[in-house]
T-cell receptor, first 112, second 117 residues
Framework: KNQVEQSPQSLIILEGKNCTLQCNYTVSPFSNLRWYKQDTGRGPVSLTIMTFSENTKSNGRYTATLDADTKQSSLHITASQLSDSASYICVVSGGGTYKYIFGTGTRLKVLA | KAGVTQTPRYLIKTRGQQVTLSCSPISGHRSVSWYQQTPGQGLQFLFEYFSETQRNKGNFPGRFSGRQFSNSRSEMNVSTLELGDSALYLC????????????????FGPGTRLTVT
């Protein structure tokens, strides 16, 4: 079954600390993997997109990694800020009905 | 450049009614995708349109349908509404639809919050 699982479900960290979010998938065929940030009440905003051949991609303080062999991805946030408080969603793109399979997200809260 | 706009932003309907939601993509974007987001199921892909043709479809019943116009604006329709259709409906636009191994950046609108009573 084509699935995307994210962990942890929720996370609380102090401002300035680093954190890593995980995404495991079983989607096949695989086209690309995206990480999105979604603030409450708003649409998701793309952070990174990676294809099969890419294993690291950065966007400012956000760094995503992809291991296509183990079908795992992680999103590392460096020096967290209060504005990082949001849901982070992992999306794997396959094809046809499985064009976009979404994880249920990790809810991150950054405390001052 | 203006972002993706969706109308209306909020909607309340009664079971059995039908509803039409509208999405205007970023100027120059020809692909529009629709998603349903609920607390229980998260985000789920509904369908994707490119050049007025449906290119991909998710696993939703036939009550959910859509179309795209020549100016790339898109509408989605839900007929015979059920309580479970209450959700945030998101639209995203991109320059084109990605082929195998390729991709295009997607830009999401703010969504339409649909409540079915």
């Amino acid at each position: 079954k084509n699935q995307v699982e994210q962990s942890p479900q929720s996370l609380i960290i102090l401002e300035g600390k680093n954190c890593t979010l995980q995404c495991n998938y079983t989607v096949s065929p695989f086209s690309n993997l995206r990480w999105y940030k979604q603030d409450t009440g708003r649409g998701p905003v793309s952070l990174t997109i990676m294809t099969f051949s890419e294993n690291t991609k950065s966007n400012g303080r956000y760094t995503a990694t992809l291991d296509a062999d183990t079908k795992q991805s992680s999103l590392h946030i460096t020096a967290s800020q209060l504005s990082d408080s949001a849901s982070y969603i992992c999306v794997v793109s396959g094809g046809g009905t499985y064009k976009y399979i979404f994880g249920t997200g990790t809810r991150l809260k950054v405390l001052a | 450049k203006a972002g993706v706009t969706q109308t209306p932003r909020y909607l309340i309907k009664t079971r059995g009614q039908q509803v039409t939601l509208s999405c205007s993509p970023i100027s120059g974007h020809r692909s529009v995708s629709w998603y349903q987001q609920t607390p229980g199921q998260g985000l789920q892909f509904l369908f994707e349109y490119f050049s007025e043709t449906q290119r991909n479809k998710g696993n939703f019943p036939g009550r959910f349908s859509g179309r795209q116009f020549s100016n790339s604006r898109s509408e989605m329709n839900v007929s015979t509404l059920e309580l479970g259709d209450s959700a945030l409906y998101l639209c995203a636009s991109s320059l084109a639809t990605g082929t195998s191994g390729g991709y295009y950046e997607q830009y999401f609108g703010p969504g339409t919050r649909l409540t079915v009573t």
